[in-house]
């Protein structure tokens, strides 16, 4: 039974399954459009979001297989169910296989399912490139990773008949690049401290480099935001002039990021911080509550 338990942890490690958590951004057109009391919408979106969450998990262990031996060397990595040698590489194969396969199931169910699968299908074939060629590119690298961000909302967008406005887009571009240049910054840690070279660009990236970087994009995607709050065309569809009140959630959350980026250096993997860290939870549920009071109960 322990043995089972094991190699069920392991499968859900290859699988990374709780990095699914970023493929929540696949609803966010449809709570911006005030749709979420359409119940087939939101079917679609749990269709979308499992098609997205296989794809995903396929990308993943394809990197895992390839980057193997360098895995081996990582501090953390080297526990990655492929580099430990928990899950064979015959066996990750299988598993690569069936998530594309359920990925297209899950596809096929949803509404208007040939541009959905289109969405996908770009997402996938740009991690391909991303694990063979791009991540060896400094700051093409992050930017590939932001772009997969906005391919969610586009999926979300799909399957609902939602239309995206550039706010949404530039958000997610703005706030997505933030967490990956944050994510960059630990490799950089690691490599002065160990002497460990996680990626091949880790020489194009430096501490004063990403922390200029950091501060640049939290700001902008701060003013980004409020910008967003503030906007006349925004405040006629959601009908309330009071969107600026969730504006102190995000520059909360963006300087709770911060501290833990730069204070405590931690900010490895974003997915676990958020999975982890209580404050930051709260200030994300704090700004989803009164977002979604405004737009859905309170009366101008």
């Known amino acids: 039974m322990i043995i089972g338990q094991n190699y069920f942890t392991s499968i859900n490690k ?9 493929n929540l951004f696949i609803f966010l057109p449809l709570f911006f459009a005030q749709g979420f009391g359409n119940i087939q919408d939101v079917i679609n979106l749990v269709l979308a979001f499992f098609s997205f969450s296989f794809v995903a998990s396929s990308i993943y262990i394809l990197n895992d297989l390839k980057d193997v031996e360098k895995d081996k060397a990582h501090p ?15 066996t990750a194969k299988y598993f690569f296989i069936l998530t594309l396969t359920l990925s297209v199931i899950f596809g096929l169910a949803s509404h208007n399912h040939n541009v959905l699968l289109l969405v996908i299908a770009i997402y996938f074939i740009q ?5 063979y060629y ?3 590119i400094a700051i ?16 979300g967008a799909v399957v609902t008949g939602v239309s995206l406005s550039f706010w949404i887009i530039l958000m997610t571009f703005l706030l997505s690049l933030f967490l990956g240049f944050a994510k960059r910054r630990d490799d950089v840690l690691i490599h002065s401290k160990e002497g460990t070279k996680s990626r091949a660009n880790i020489g194009r990236y430096n501490e004063k480099f990403i922390d200029s970087v950091l501060t ?10 409020i910008m967003y709050c503030i906007s006349p065309e925004v405040q006629l569809r959601m009908g309330t002039d009071k969107l600026y009140i969730t504006s102190i959630f995000v520059i909360v959350g963006i300087i709770r990021y911060l501290q833990s980026t730069l204070v405590d250096e931690n900010s490895g993997s974003p997915t676990k911080m958020l999975l982890k860290d209580r404050f930051l939870q709260l200030v994300i549920l704090g700004w989803i509550t009164t977002f979604a009071f405004l737009i859905y109960f309170y009366e101008k």
Not at 127 to 131: G, L, R, S, V
Not at 140 to 155: C, P
């Open 134 to 136: 791009l991540k060896n």
């Open 14 to 22: 290859l699988l990374r399954t709780h990095h699914w958590i970023k």
């Open 127 to 131: 991690n391909i490139a991303y694990t």
């Open 76 to 90: 953390t990595k080297k526990n990655r169910p492929i580099a430990s040698g928990k899950i064979s590489p015959k």
């Open 216 to 225: 640049l994009t939290a700001t902008i995607t701060i003013v980004c935001y």
């Open 140 to 155: 093409i690298d992050v930017i590939v990773i932001s772009v997969g961000f906005v391919l969610r909302l586009f999926a």
